[in-house]
């Protein structure tokens, strides 16, 4: 009997590390396989999929801005439709932090699409996964509670809370940035630390939700790092790149979680720098 066909979704794939992610998926997988590149403008999705060098899988550039919640939810419903199941999701898409924008300006369209933005694709896409599919979220290092001081650990109880409640956290968190309060609050100055935070505290919640079947069946819900890439978003931040990896190499060992078909069981609920978990607490 022929294998079903795998279906995978890559979101901000129109450049950097998501494109690099497509790239590998429509390089590694089979011509029957479907991989969707997704992003948020027409031009350049379309673009991003003249640019994949000989992909073997069926590569299908569509428009999916993360916030947009009556987009995300469209699209999930036309993968149900389409293919009744998805196998592997690269939650991906991020806002830009630039020097030049203060922290107070930039916040509100970083949490969006970021944090908000994470929250719905996870509530969106987790029920059309299939059993032994991979859902895996693209964080840093930086999303551990070991970067908050002690004393803000208790907004992301992550045992007992909800997605709703992640949302809430990081809005509050927001709104505190907004009005300049945030630091007085204890809140890192560095935006993207609460905000990775809350990208793995999402992963956890879900994952405890999903944990009974998931095991039975293999599939993984994880977080993810790439560790530092040189693209157009990290660039402005580093005076000297020589260290970062190209995204074609930054994509390799987030492909292996998606591909392997065997993971650590370890790796559920986690976040994951190159095979290794970094501790939450
Ligand atoms: N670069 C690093 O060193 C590094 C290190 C650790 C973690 N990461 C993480 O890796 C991920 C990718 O980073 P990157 O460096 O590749 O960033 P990037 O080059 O800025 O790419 C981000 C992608 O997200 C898309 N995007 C932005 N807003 C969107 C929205 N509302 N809906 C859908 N797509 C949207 C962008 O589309 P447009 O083309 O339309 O702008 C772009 O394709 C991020 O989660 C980042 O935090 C990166």
Known sequence: MAAMSKIAVVTGASQGLGFALVEGLAQRLDPSDVVY????????????????????????????DVCDGPAVDAFANELRARHGHVDIVFSNAAARLTRETPWAELVHPFVETNNIGTTRLLRALSPVLRPGGRLLVV???LGSLRQLPPHLHGHFETDVMTLDGVDVTMLAWRDAVRTGRAAQLGWPDWINIPSKVGQVAAVRVLARDRRASDSMHGTLVAAVCPGLIDTAASRPWFEDMSAAQTPEDAAVA????????????????????????????
């Open 37 to 64: 590149l997704t992003g948020r403008d027409v031009v350049r999705v379309q673009a991003a999929a003249t640019r994949l060098a000989s992909p073997r899988a069926d590569v299908r550039a569509e428009v999916v």
């Open 139 to 141: 964080a840093s290092s």
């Open 254 to 281: 987030l492909l292996r979680l998606a591909l392997d078909p065997v993971v650590d069981p370890r790796f559920y609920g986690e976040l994951i720098q190159l095979g290794r978990i970094v501790p939450w607490r």
